[in-house]
């Protein structure tokens, strides 16, 4: 006797095109509008991370893309779950992390502004998206659900790569469907070269320059194009400094490596001074020109896939195109420099910034970061919130093989460890370090049952201040003292091991035996460091600490 087939709903069509996209991994949420599509996951044969807060959910997503370079769907439900990824799809927007994520809706007859009074409903959803994302794409029928998630991922991947947003009616994915099993969906996006004529020029004034010296920002990571830099600055004879979001485009410790001191006045001027700037990647935004302090005085040339961002800070021969396919046209058509001074410009410079540094009394907080780098496998990747010890990662760690993220795109607290989360479930062969504050971490406690859960190798370290310590350095210098920046904390080994995650105490004399240990122990752990930092000062108000 035949057994009937099982009847499939648009909750299976979902499931079916992202594994026909490729895809391996799903993070969310569930909610009652979405429950047609987390029954189909239950079939399927992707793996389901789920996380405890919806925006948490978006950073792990954010972290998977960014560590694989390919779309990370994040799926959550209508109304207070979508809306509470926005925070984390605005971090994947300034990063460029191809997210798809995808949301529930209200059934049929409520869309369009219709107050049927379901619940979650909202007069009009995707609108809170359309300002955050690259695209937005609605679903209406069962059978536009194929197309449209191949729609949205080509979007999400396309240079610039970014977030995208689907939504589905809860009705659409509960209704059974007639419409075949998806078997092949293709979504390649379209390629973003340079045009030749403008590569031709950016070649010629390299060439010809003095005084060359290249920008590298997350374009490039991005790209995967860091091989084509190195290359093209040894042939240059130029100097190169990375973005904070650039960190890894470029080795740390090649005789032209300028580093990643953005926010220091002796990198600023050596920009400024370049005949010929080459930025790659980047948008030469806030923190890429220490503050906006920086005013070149040569030609600049930037290369940029996202066109909102091409010449909107400084005059440049622009050129739109991702960072790869620029930087090997470049690299084939520039005429090679002998090899002067490139190399004695980069040590100078950092044997300024180093002097710098050493004149402000900072020796723990240096101690600390070098805990740190000693502790972390050198191919280990690490996500860091917004919080001191990161502002010192940005500008002084060597991520050597291992990524260096943070949520320095859009700058929300919470970042660190459910990015890290993120990362462990895309590659559990390796451990992970997520750095947050004690502030910062608040936003993430829930995550360690998570962590737990799913046995995830990441080791989080949680330096302990008594609050939001950069807010407190800012206010202090700005106003005399601080406000609502004083934090009343559990204790976060007890919290931690009561979710069954193995956590320490440490110093700063103890923290790089510490740490090791941690990382190198299987699953989740906690190490929590006691410890008032303070930040080296800024070169960007002017006065005596600029030299």
Same mark, same amino acid.
């Given at each position: 006797?035949?057994?009937?087939?099982?009847?499939?709903?648009?909750?299976?069509?979902?499931?079916?095109?992202?594994?026909?996209?490729?895809?391996?991994?799903?993070?969310?949420?569930?909610?009652?509008? /979405?429950?047609?599509?987390?029954?189909?996951?239950?079939?399927?044969?992707?793996?389901?991370?789920?996380?405890?807060?919806?925006?948490?959910?978006?950073? /792990?997503?954010?972290?998977?893309?960014?560590?694989?370079?390919? =779309?990370?769907?994040?799926?959550?439900?209508?109304?207070?779950?979508?809306?509470?990824?926005?925070?984390?799809?605005?971090?994947?927007?300034?990063?460029?992390?191809?997210?798809?994520?995808?949301?529930?809706?209200?059934?049929?007859?409520?869309?369009?502004?219709?107050?049927?009074?379901?619940?979650?409903?909202?007069?009009?959803?995707?609108?809170?998206?359309?300002?955050?994302?690259? +695209?937005?794409?609605?679903?209406?029928?069962?059978?536009?659900?194929? +197309?449209?998630?191949?729609?949205?991922?080509?979007?999400?991947?396309?240079?610039?790569?970014?977030?995208?947003?689907?939504?589905?009616?809860?009705?659409?994915?509960?209704?059974?469907?007639?419409?075949?099993?998806?078997?092949?969906?293709?979504?390649?996006?379209?390629?973003?070269?340079?045009?030749?004529?403008?590569?031709?020029?950016?070649?010629?004034?390299?060439?010809?320059?003095?005084?060359?010296?290249?920008?590298?920002?997350?374009?490039?990571?991005?790209?995967?194009?860091?091989?084509?830099?190195?290359?093209?600055?040894?042939?240059?004879?130029?100097?190169?400094?990375?973005?904070?979001?650039?960190?890894?485009?470029?080795?740390?410790?090649?005789?032209?490596?300028?580093?990643?001191?953005?926010?220091?006045?002796?990198?600023?001027?050596?920009?400024?001074?370049?005949?010929?700037?080459?930025?790659?990647?980047?948008?030469?935004?806030?923190?890429?020109?220490?503050?906006?302090?920086?005013?070149?005085?040569?030609?600049?040339?930037?290369?940029?896939?996202?066109?909102?961002?091409?010449?909107?800070?400084?005059?440049?021969?622009?050129?739109?195109?991702?960072?790869?396919?620029?930087?090997?046209?470049?690299?084939?058509?520039?005429?090679?420099?002998?090899?002067?001074?490139?190399?004695?410009?980069?040590?100078?410079? &950092?044997?300024?910034?180093?002097?710098?540094?050493?004149?402000?009394?900072?020796?723990?907080?240096?101690?600390? &970061?070098?805990?740190?780098?000693?502790? &972390?496998?050198?191919?280990? #990747?690490?996500?860091?919130?917004?919080?001191?010890?990161?502002?010192?990662?940005?500008?002084?760690?060597?991520?050597?093989?291992?990524?260096?993220?943070?949520?320095?795109?859009?700058?929300?607290?919470?970042?660190?460890?459910?990015?890290?989360?993120?990362?462990?479930?895309?590659?559990?062969?390796?451990? =992970?370090?997520?750095?947050?504050?004690?502030?910062?971490?608040?936003?993430?406690?829930?995550?360690?049952?998570?962590?737990?859960?799913?046995?995830? #190798?990441?080791?989080?370290?949680?330096?302990?201040?008594?609050?939001?310590?950069?807010?407190?350095?800012?206010?202090?210098?700005?106003?005399?003292? /601080?406000?609502?920046?004083?934090?009343?904390?559990?204790?976060?080994?007890? &919290?931690?091991?009561?979710?069954?995650?193995?956590?320490?105490?440490?110093?700063?004399?103890?923290?790089?035996?510490?740490?090791?240990?941690?990382? /190198?122990?299987?699953?989740?752990?906690? =190490? =929590?460091?006691?410890?008032?930092?303070?930040?080296?000062?800024?070169?960007?108000?002017?006065?005596?600490?600029?030299?």
């Amino acid at each position: 006797m035949r057994t009937a087939p099982r009847e499939r709903h648009g909750g299976d069509l979902v499931v079916e095109s992202l594994t026909a996209l490729g895809a391996t991994t799903v993070f969310g949420l569930p909610g009652q509008h /979405a429950l047609g599509a987390f029954d189909a996951l239950r079939r399927s044969g992707l793996d389901y991370v789920g996380l405890r807060v919806e925006n948490n959910a978006g950073f /792990a997503a954010d972290a998977f893309a960014r560590v694989t370079g390919s =779309v990370a769907p994040l799926l959550v439900s209508t109304g207070p779950g979508a809306l509470m990824t926005l925070a984390a799809l605005q971090e994947s927007a300034a990063a460029s992390a191809p997210v798809l994520g995808i949301g529930s809706q209200v059934p049929t007859p409520g869309l369009g502004g219709g107050r049927k009074g379901y619940l979650h409903e909202l007069a009009d959803q995707k609108a809170s998206f359309r300002d955050i994302v690259k +695209s937005v794409h609605t679903v209406r029928a069962a059978s536009q659900i194929p +197309s449209a998630v191949a729609a949205a991922w080509a979007s999400a991947l396309e240079a610039p790569a970014g977030p995208v947003w689907l939504e589905i009616p809860q009705d659409v994915l509960l209704a059974p469907t007639s419409v075949p099993p998806v078997t092949s969906l293709t979504a390649a996006p379209r390629p973003l070269p340079p045009r030749p004529e403008l590569t031709e020029r950016a070649a010629h004034l390299l060439s010809t320059a003095e005084r060359p010296v290249i920008l590298a920002g997350g374009g490039v990571v991005r790209a995967g194009a860091c091989e084509e830099l190195r290359t093209l600055a040894e042939r240059l004879d130029a100097p190169v400094a990375t973005t904070f979001g650039g960190k890894g485009a470029f080795p740390w410790d090649h005789p032209l490596s300028l580093r990643s001191w953005m926010e220091d006045r002796h990198t600023t001027d050596l920009l400024e001074d370049a005949d010929v700037l080459l930025v790659v990647g980047s948008g030469l935004g806030e923190l890429s020109s220490n503050y906006h302090t920086f005013r070149p005085r040569g030609q600049v040339i930037q290369i940029e896939a996202d066109l909102g961002k091409l010449e909107s800070n400084h005059p440049a021969l622009g050129i739109h195109a991702d960072a790869g396919p620029a930087l090997s046209a470049l690299m084939s058509e520039v005429t090679p420099r002998p090899r002067t001074t490139g190399a004695e410009t980069a040590a100078a410079l &950092l044997d300024r910034v180093r002097q710098r540094i050493a004149a402000q009394d900072l020796d723990l907080e240096q101690q600390v &970061l070098g805990a740190v780098r000693e502790a &972390l496998p050198d191919d280990a #990747p690490s996500f860091w919130d917004m919080t001191i010890l990161a502002y010192w990662a940005w500008s002084a760690f060597d991520p050597r093989a291992g990524a260096m993220h943070s949520a320095q795109g859009a700058g929300g607290l919470g970042y660190g460890f459910p990015a890290a989360l993120g990362a462990a479930a895309a590659d559990r062969t390796k451990p =992970v370090l997520a750095v947050s504050g004690d502030g910062g971490a608040m936003y993430s406690i829930a995550e360690l049952a998570t962590a737990r859960q799913y046995d995830l #190798p990441v080791t989080w370290l949680i330096v302990d201040d008594s609050g939001y310590g950069i807010l407190r350095e800012y206010m202090t210098d700005a106003f005399g003292e /601080a406000t609502a920046t004083e934090l009343v904390r559990p204790d976060f080994v007890t &919290l931690a091991e009561s979710f069954g995650v193995p956590a320490v105490r440490t110093a700063p004399d103890r923290l790089r035996t510490d740490l090791a240990a941690a990382l /190198a122990a299987p699953g989740p752990s906690v =190490v =929590v460091l006691p410890a008032l930092l303070r930040m080296f000062a800024p070169t960007h108000l002017g006065g005596p600490h600029q030299g």
